[in-house]
C-alpha cells in the first residue's frame, strides 16, 4: 500500500501500469495488423504528396492568391484561425502539424483486437504529446506572439514573466489564481439573503428568503454536487439560479456540503444519502409541512437525489412531487473522456493515496479537467499570459471553479467502484440501506438537462435515463458544457437548447432522432423549468417561516454558512 501511495504521489495518480498495457495492447495489435500498418503506411505517403504539392504552390503563389491548404482543422479547432498562421512560414508549420495530428489519429484508431478503453488511452496520450509540440505553443513558431514581441520591443514577454512568477508564488502558497479575491463568498457570490436551518457533520442546509408576497407552496430542494461548491447555482445576482427562483415565487433550499479532511475520510456514500439528502428533505418537511417536495440535483447530487429517489420508491416514501436532474449520470457504462482517469489499475493508486490522507485533493481533480480540455485550461492559458502577457480577465463562473473541494476517501473508492467500474446503479444492484435499488421503480415527473459540449457528464450519457425510468421525462439539450450550460441565465447572449417531453410509459426515441425531431429554441432554458415546476405547484399562498424551532430547526446562521468557506 504504501508503495502504491509513494507511486501516485510521484505520478500525480496517473497509473503507469494502465498507460504500460494500453500501449503493449495498441502496439501488439498493430504489429499484427499489416493491412492496418499498409493504410498507415499509405496515407503518410499521400500526406507528403500534399504536403509537397502545397509547398510548390506556396512558392508561386501571389499575396492575393494563396496556396489552397492542404488540410484543415477540425470544426472545434480554433489554434490557427487567425490569419496570421496563414502566411509563411507559419502556414507551413501548422499545416505539418495538423497531418501529423490526422495520422496520429488514425494510427490509434481502428487498430484490430484493440480494447475501446486501450484505444481511448492511447488516442488520449498521443493526443497530449502531440498538443505539446504545437508551434502554437511556443515564441518563435506562434506569428500572434512575433508580432507582439516585435510591436511592443519584448514588454510582452516581461509582462509574461511577471505572470509566470506570480502564478508559482500562488501555487506554493496555496493562494487562488489572480483575480479570483476578487469574488469572495458571502461579499458578491452567494450572496441570495437566507438562513442555515440545518447543520451536521456532512453539510449545512440553506432556507432563502422570500421575495414575493405569494410562493408556490410546494417548496424545491436542490442537491449539488460535492465535488463541487454549492455557489455555482448561487454566483452573482445577475446569474444565480437560486435568487432566479426565489423571485419568481419559490421556497428553495439548498445543501452546503463540508470540504471534507482527514476526519470525515469514514464517510460513504450511505452517509450522503442520509445524512445529506434524507436529513435535508426531513427539515424541508418539518419546515414547509405536508407538502410534497420538488427536488433539483446538480452532477453528482443528481446521481445522489436518483439514487436517494428510487429507494424512496422502494419503500414507499411519496414525499418528492418531483426530480430535476442537471448534468446527472445514472449509466455509466459510456462517461466520456473522465473514464480514461476510471480503471483498476488507476482506482487502486487514488485508493493507496487517499488511505495516507483520507481524501482525494482538490488538487488532483482539477489536474484531471485540466488534461481533459488541456488547449481551453492549459495551453491557450500558458501563451496568452505567459507570451502575450495577457492576464485572462477572472469572472464569477472562473473564481468559483477555483474554490475546490476534496472528496472523502470511502466515499470517492465507493463512487468510482459501485457507479463507474461496476455501473451497479443502472443494472439494479446499488444498495441503499443494504437493499439494491432499481431506477425503474421511479415514478415522480422528471426535467433532465443535458450539455452540448460537456466533458464530464456527456449528454447522451444522461440521455440513457430514457430507458432506465418509465416516467414522464422532459429532455433538455443546451448549448454551453457542464457548468456554462447550466448556469445559462435569460438574456445571456448566444443560448439556445431543445427540448421535448417523453410521456410516461412512452417508446423509447435514441439520441440521434431525439436531436432530429426535438425543437429548437433561443434563449435559456430556465423559464421553461420554471413552467414546467408551476404546472406541478399547486396555487400560491403565504410563504412560510424561516425555519421551524418547534421542531427541531432554528435558524444558526445567515446564509452563505460556514462550510462554504472552508478551505
Given at each position: ?5 509513494a ?10 501500469m494502465?498507460?504500460?498495457l ?8 498493430l ?18 504528396r ?8 506556396l ?29 509563411w ?12 495530428d ?16 486501450h ?24 506569428p500572434?506572439?512575433?508580432?507582439r ?18 502564478d ?30 440545518l ?5 449545512e ?14 417548496p ?10 454549492y455557489?455555482?447555482l ?10 432566479y ?23 460513504d ?38 439514487i ?20 446527472a449520470?445514472?449509466d ?16 487502486s ?9 483520507g ?5 488532483q ?14 495551453w ?33 473508492t ?93 417508446n423509447?426515441?435514441s ?25 406541478r ?8 417561516a ?14 452563505p ?7
Amino acid at each position: 500500500m504504501k508503495v502504491h501511495a509513494a507511486l501516485a504521489r510521484a505520478t500525480s495518480s496517473v497509473s503507469p501500469m494502465s498507460l504500460l498495457l494500453a500501449s503493449i495492447d495498441w502496439a501488439g495489435h498493430l504489429a499484427s495488423s499489416p493491412g492496418k500498418r499498409l493504410d498507415l503506411a499509405n496515407l503518410a505517403l499521400e500526406q507528403n504528396r500534399r504536403l509537397v504539392r502545397y509547398v510548390r504552390e506556396l512558392a508561386v503563389a501571389l499575396p492575393d492568391s494563396p496556396a489552397r491548404e492542404c488540410i484543415e482543422p477540425l470544426a472545434h479547432d480554433r489554434r490557427f484561425a487567425a490569419d496570421e498562421w496563414h502566411h509563411w512560414p507559419f502556414n507551413l508549420m501548422h499545416q505539418s502539424f495538423l497531418l501529423a495530428d490526422e495520422w496520429w489519429q488514425a494510427a490509434t484508431h481502428g487498430v484490430p483486437g484493440v480494447s475501446r478503453h486501450h484505444e481511448n488511452v492511447v488516442s488520449f496520450s498521443a493526443r497530449q504529446l502531440l498538443d505539446f509540440f504545437s508551434p502554437g505553443n511556443y515564441l518563435a513558431t506562434n506569428p500572434l506572439v512575433v508580432k507582439r514581441t516585435t510591436e511592443q520591443g519584448g514588454a510582452n514577454l516581461w509582462r509574461g514573466l511577471v505572470n509566470a512568477l506570480d502564478d508559482l508564488e500562488r501555487l506554493a502558497t496555496g493562494h487562488p489564481p489572480a483575480g479570483a479575491e476578487d469574488f469572495a463568498v458571502g461579499r458578491n457570490v452567494a450572496v441570495t439573503p437566507g438562513k442555515v436551518v440545518l447543520k451536521n457533520r456532512l453539510m449545512e442546509l440553506i432556507q432563502y428568503s422570500p421575495t414575493t408576497a405569494k410562493v408556490h407552496p410546494e417548496p424545491v430542494l436542490i442537491v449539488p454536487a460535492w465535488i463541487m461548491k454549492y455557489y455555482i447555482l448561487d454566483l452573482s445576482p445577475h446569474n444565480s439560479l437560486v435568487k432566479y427562483l426565489v423571485d419568481q415565487g419559490h421556497t428553495v433550499f439548498c445543501i452546503s456540503w463540508k470540504n471534507p479532511g482527514a476526519s470525515e475520510s469514514d464517510l460513504d456514500m450511505e452517509a450522503y444519502v442520509q445524512s445529506g439528502f434524507h436529513a435535508a428533505l426531513a427539515a424541508v418537511n418539518a419546515i414547509v409541512p405536508d407538502r410534497k417536495v420538488h427536488a433539483a440535483g446538480y452532477c453528482l447530487g443528481g446521481t445522489l437525489l436518483s439514487i436517494a429517489n428510487a429507494a424512496m420508491a422502494r419503500d414507499g416514501d411519496e414525499r418528492l412531487a418531483s426530480m430535476t436532474l442537471f448534468a446527472a449520470q445514472t449509466d455509466f457504462t459510456e462517461p466520456g473522456e473522465l473514464a480514461l482517469f476510471i480503471d483498476e489499475s488507476e482506482v487502486s493508486l487514488l485508493e493507496a493515496q487517499m488511505a495516507e490522507t483520507g481524501y482525494l485533493t482538490a488538487g488532483q481533480m482539477a489536474g484531471a479537467f485540466q488534461l481533459l480540455r488541456s488547449y481551453d485550461l492549459l495551453w491557450s492559458r500558458m501563451v496568452g499570459e505567459y507570451l502575450m502577457g495577457e492576464r485572462a480577465p477572472m469572472n464569477d463562473l472562473m473564481a468559483w471553479n477555483a474554490d475546490a473541494t476534496r472528496m472523502p476517501a470511502r466515499m470517492h473508492t465507493q463512487y468510482l467502484r459501485l457507479l463507474f467500474l461496476n455501473d451497479d446503479l443502472s443494472e439494479g444492484r446499488y444498495p441503499v440501506g443494504g437493499k439494491p435499488v432499481a431506477l425503474s421503480d421511479i415514478d415522480t415527473p422528471i426535467f433532465c438537462v443535458g450539455t452540448v459540449t460537456d466533458h464530464v457528464a456527456p449528454w447522451r450519457s444522461v440521455y440513457k435515463l430514457h430507458y432506465l425510468i418509465p416516467a414522464e421525462i422532459t429532455f433538455v439539450l443546451t448549448s454551453g458544457g457542464h457548468n456554462a450550460g447550466i448556469v445559462s441565465e435569460p438574456g445571456r447572449p448566444r443560448r439556445h437548447f431543445q427540448i421535448l417531453e417523453r410521456r410516461a410509459g412512452g417508446n423509447y426515441v435514441s439520441p440521434d432522432d431525439w436531436l432530429a425531431i426535438a425543437p429548437q429554441h433561443e434563449g435559456s432554458w430556465w423559464p421553461q423549468w420554471l413552467a414546467w415546476l408551476k404546472a406541478r405547484s399547486t396555487e400560491p399562498l403565504a410563504p412560510p417561516a424561516l425555519g421551524a424551532p418547534q421542531s427541531g430547526y432554528p435558524i444558526l446562521d445567515d446564509a452563505p454558512g460556514q462550510y462554504v468557506r472552508e478551505k
